[in-house]
T-cell receptor, first 110, second 113 residues
Framework: SQQGEEDPQALSIQEGENATMNCSYKTSINNLQWYRQNSGRGLVHLILIRSNEREKHSGRLRVTLDTSKKSSSLLITASRAADTASYFCAGTGANSKLTFGKGITLSVRP | ETGVTQSPTHLIKTRGQQVTLRCSSQSGHNTVSWYQQALGQGPQFIFQYYREEENGRGNFPPRFSGLQFPNYSSELNVNALELDDSALYLC????????????FGQGTRLTVV
């Protein structure tokens, strides 16, 4: 069963705009990872944030984590058409098992 | 490129048959996990191997089994295939320990007819 939920389920923005995606999870986690998936292919690792971190940056990506609310957000700044993909958050729990949500479909219009 | 390779990329099998999927870990990684991703869903954890032993399993029946070899590569075996087994099967490798990133291969698309 899916224990994480991303919000919104679909997002359509214009190239150059920022995209914000949210994720909530139900159980305690050691860290949270965000992934991108293009057209049903493999998952590309974007960023990992540890449970004792509140914010992390990597290039155009900014991730926040609020363990009290069991939520995370992914911000992609200055979006590009190539950012069009599905985005997943995954909490890492016991045995480092990843628990994924259903994903967010991001469409960036040129 | 993550360095995690899976084979084959696509596979069509008949209901009731058996299938073996393969995964080569990224160099230096000692832990391999397998995930099943149905269309329109997020990946679901099948099981994980560390030092050739299963050390975690999701809610999948025993007909899903696996192996990890001394070189840390891995196999996923599915017996008595059912139509609902049609999915993208993803392999992820990482270093054992908390806070380590998991890197995925491109997946094997299995279709059961």
């Amino acid at each position: 069963s899916q224990q994480g939920e991303e919000d919104p389920q679909a997002l359509s923005i214009q190239e150059g705009e920022n995209a914000t995606m949210n994720c909530s999870y139900k159980t305690s986690i050691n860290n949270l990872q965000w992934y991108r998936q293009n057209s049903g292919r493999g998952l590309v690792h974007l960023i990992l944030i540890r449970s004792n971190e509140r914010e992390k940056h990597s290039g155009r990506l900014r991730v926040t984590l609020d363990t009290s609310k069991k939520s995370s957000s992914l911000l992609i700044t200055a979006s590009r058409a190539a950012d069009t993909a599905s985005y997943f958050c995954a909490g890492t729990g016991a045995n480092s098992k990843l628990t994924f949500g259903k994903g967010i479909t991001l469409s960036v219009r040129p | 490129e993550t360095g995690v390779t899976q084979s084959p990329t696509h596979l069509i099998k008949t209901r009731g048959q058996q299938v073996t999927l393969r995964c080569s870990s990224q160099s230096g990684h000692n832990t391999v996990s397998w995930y099943q991703q149905a269309l329109g869903q997020g990946p679901q954890f099948i099981f994980q191997y560390y030092r050739e032993e299963e050390n975690g399993r999701g809610n999948f029946p025993p007909r899903f089994s696996g192996l990890q070899f001394p070189n840390y590569s891995s196999e996923l075996n599915v017996n008595a295939l059912e139509l609902d087994d049609s999915a993208l099967y993803l392999c992820a490798s990482r270093l054992q320990g908390l806070g380590t990133e998991a890197f995925f291969g491109q997946g094997t698309r299995l279709t059961v007819v």
